[in-house]
C-alpha cells in the first residue's frame, strides 16, 4: 500500500512542472491565435484560426492544457502552409 501511494506520489511531483509548461503554452498559443485572427487572412485560413481558438478557449475553461496545446499546434500547422 505505502509503496502505491509513494509510486502515485512520485508521478504527481514529476507532472506538475509538464503542466505548468503546457498552461503556459497553451496561454500564449490563445494570445497567438488571437493577434493571427487580427491580420489579413482567407477565409477558409480565418475560419479554422477562429475554430482553433474558440477550441483552445474550451479547453482552458476546463483547465485541460494538453488538449489545449494540440489546438493551438494544429492551427500553427495551418499557418505555415
Known amino acids: 500500500m505505502t509503496r502505491t501511494l509513494l509510486a502515485f506520489a512520485v508521478v504527481m511531483l514529476v507532472s506538475a512542472p509538464a503542466l505548468a509548461d503546457q498552461k503556459s503554452d497553451c496561454m ?3 494570445s497567438m491565435l488571437k493577434a493571427e485572427l487580427k491580420k489579413k487572412h482567407p477565409d ?6 477562429q475554430q482553433a481558438l474558440s ?6 475553461t476546463e483547465n485541460d492544457w494538453p488538449e489545449c496545446v494540440t489546438f493551438v499546434t ?3 500547422k495551418g499557418l505555415r502552409r
Open 74 to 76: 494544429e492551427a500553427r
Open 28 to 30: 500564449k498559443g490563445v
Open 55 to 60: 477550441n483552445a478557449q474550451n479547453e482552458v
Open 44 to 49: 477558409d485560413v480565418r475560419q479554422r484560426l
